[in-house]
């Protein structure tokens, strides 16, 4: 998921007819003084509550809040647990499972759940092309519910990733008897929405707020929270300045510098968390001048000299990560190279040996284009392709939203001028960057992901057939990069059963990415979070020991928070102590989340599903 951060919310409740649907919340929970309200601030603002389309992190805490996984994640190590399934039985040969789904769930306006949902909403996201959700979902040939609390998945070929071993199909799973009603359920706005998690998404003012509320029809633990409103601000100063008011309860941060002013307020705590997390620099590899193939057209202006793996092989020497970290991070994070974060599977991890790292090397890179045959014909200073033909000057757009992207382009830019690249640098609102980006009208961008724990998912968005396909349409491929061999080893890693040969196919990909260079991953990067010590207590941190304190990979986090004086000491809730979660009945927690020694890493949002970070500026 994009990385994104920073939102809020207020206000009451209505229903929503939608093509003569009622998408209908079942209640209009009541204003009171003694409702237990929640607020959350940020630099994020929302795209969508739709979950055909969501791909930033920060839509991914609503989605996590209102709707159920098939197995979610859990709270110390975001091992696989049961969620609405809550048994899976596989065949022999590996392409048939059989899911047993609880039957105690009601969805938030009285209709039951039931497996039904389970099959519809996995068979739609796959035929409707859903953003995200379809990457995990391009195995299965069908679903099937065979009652109320059965369904039956088959897979196009053997594999281990639909056995709930680990939480890999990250796909919520929405209600049927509503979302059926749509022909093009990607234009469905969802708001307010019918859900069955504790909590509800009743209200959204754009750059002001989003408004959750209880959900009624809720039977898992009792929240404390009645109401969370996301509070949307312009920029982390005021963000900054609204927490020690006491206005907000708690805030995520990308600038480090504004989060160490926080460290020495009063009444304020902070927390550096480690989670999967990477900012980068992304070349157009060659929009307009790829092959066809499959639904993809050639588009864009990208610059010719992209598609050369010299000039972006020189680009990535020329980025001196370990100065980002300590100029830019201040010193949070860690310098950045594969695609896939310190904090992963275990095994899963490729780094490259000093004999294949392309490090910060000027005269390398300098030595590497003149040898291609980019030569300044003019002495301006900046190279021409061979032949003396276009002069490589590069268009360069960052995120005001992030401040880091925009404070690391001076840096990058000097050093690219350093090897005789220039760049022309653009801020603009993370929506423009990505209709840029699907329109291939690019050269360089700045932006980050928030890959799941498992790689396929973070592999998976640089195959030939994520490329964004005609100009319009979004793909998650935003660099254009097409390697046959890539794609075939994709295929091979999701179809091995063996644990430990699929993580040297994991790594092989790894590799081959490094090396064509579509991507110069600056930073891995933390979540910086800071909150208010005299209104909440009972964050939990996932993964811990020090991770998200809301966290979009499950509901626990947000369970466990009440305002101060609230509970019992020692119990599910405070600070540090885990909620324990349902039995896993017969699901193994596959998936251990390896922290590295010396890690200081990364990230704030936990959507861990490859979410886009975003931020501020589209408010």
């Not at 940020?42 to 996590?64: C, D, H, Q, R, V």
């Not at 600070?575 to 020694?597: C, D, K, N, Q, Y």
């Amino acid at each position: 998921m994009r990385s994104i951060w920073r939102a809020i919310a207020i206000a009451t409740v209505g229903a929503l007819l939608l093509g003569g649907v009622t998408t209908g919340i079942a209640v209009a929970q009541e204003e009171t003084d003694e409702n237990v309200v929640f607020t959350i601030g940020s630099t994020g603002e929302p795209t969508t509550f739709n979950p055909f389309k969501i791909y930033l992190a920060l839509e991914y805490y609503f989605m996590a809040w209102t709707y159920h996984l098939p197995i979610t994640f859990g709270v110390e190590e975001l091992q696989a647990v049961p969620d609405f399934v809550t048994d899976v039985e596989v065949s022999e040969d590996g392409m048939t499972f059989t899911y047993t789904v609880r039957d105690d769930v009601v969805w938030s306006d009285g209709t039951p759940m039931t497996a039904e949902d389970l099959a519809w909403t996995m068979t739609n996201y796959l035929s409707a092309s859903a953003y995200l959700p379809v990457g995990y979902l391009r195995l299965m040939e069908s679903i099937v519910a065979i009652d109320d609390t059965h369904a039956v998945l088959t897979s196009t070929q053997p594999t281990s990733l639909y056995a709930g071993d680990i939480p890999y199909i990250y796909a919520y799973i929405l209600p049927a008897h509503i979302w059926s009603e749509f022909d093009r359920p990607k234009k469905f706005e969802n708001l307010p929405n019918v859900g069955s998690g504790p909590f509800l998404i009743a209200e959204y003012q754009t750059g002001q707020f989003v408004r959750m509320i209880r959900n009624p029809e809720w039977t898992g633990d009792e929240p404390y929270i009645d109401e969370i409103i996301w509070r949307l601000f312009k920029n982390e100063d005021a963000l900054a300045e609204s927490l020690k008011a006491g206005e907000v309860d708690f805030a995520y941060f990308l600038a480090p510098n504004i989060f160490n002013s926080l460290l020495d307020e009063p009444n304020i705590g902070t927390e550096v968390g480690t989670i999967p997390s990477f900012s980068e620099i992304g070349l157009n590899t060659g929009s307009a001048f790829q092959d066809p193939l499959g639904d993809f057209t050639p588009h864009g202006d990208g610059h010719p000299a992209l598609q050369d793996v010299n000039v972006r092989q020189a680009i990535r020497m020329a980025i001196d990560s370990e100065e980002l970290v300590e100029k830019v991070m201040l010193g949070y994070g860690q310098p950045g190279d594969s695609i896939i974060p310190p904090v992963s599977v275990p095994g899963a991890r490729w780094e490259p040996p000093p004999e294949e790292r392309l490090g910060w090397d000027i005269p390398g890179a300098n030595a590497m284009l003149d040898q291609a045959g980019y030569e300044d014909c003019d002495g301006d200073g900046v190279r021409e392709m061979p032949g003396c033909g276009e002069s490589l000057v590069l268009r360069y757009y960052v995120r005001p939203s992030e401040q880091t992207s925009v404070d690391a382009a001076p840096f990058v830019s000097a050093w690219l001028e350093d090897i005789g690249i220039r760049t022309e640098v653009t801020a603009m609102s993370s929506g423009r960057l990505g209709d840029e980006i699907n329109a291939g009208t690019y050269d360089l961008f700045s932006w980050g992901w928030i890959p799941d724990p498992d790689p396929a998912s973070a592999l998976s968005w640089f195959i030939c057939d994520e490329r964004p396909p005609d100009g319009k349409s979004y793909g998650n491929n935003d660099a254009y990069y097409c390697n046959p061999e890539y794609d075939r080893l994709y295929q091979e890693q999701l179809t091995e059963l063996d644990v430990a040969r699929r993580m040297e196919i994991v790594q092989e990909m790894q590799r081959i990415f490094y090396e064509d260079a579509a991507y110069s991953v600056m930073f891995f990067e933390p979540v910086m979070q800071a909150y208010r010590t005299d209104t909440f207590e009972g964050y939990v941190s996932q993964p811990q020991p020090q991770g998200d304190l809301l966290s979009g990979y499950s509901r626990d986090a947000i369970l466990s928070i009440r305002p101060v004086g609230a509970g019992a000491p020692g119990e599910p809730g405070e600070p540090g102590v885990a909620p324990t979660g349902p039995e896993t009945r017969g699901i193994s927690a596959g998936v251990w989340i390896g922290i590295g020694a010396g890690v200081v890493l990364l990230v704030v949002i936990v959507l861990l599903v490859r979410r886009r970070r975003l931020g501020e500026d589209e408010a």
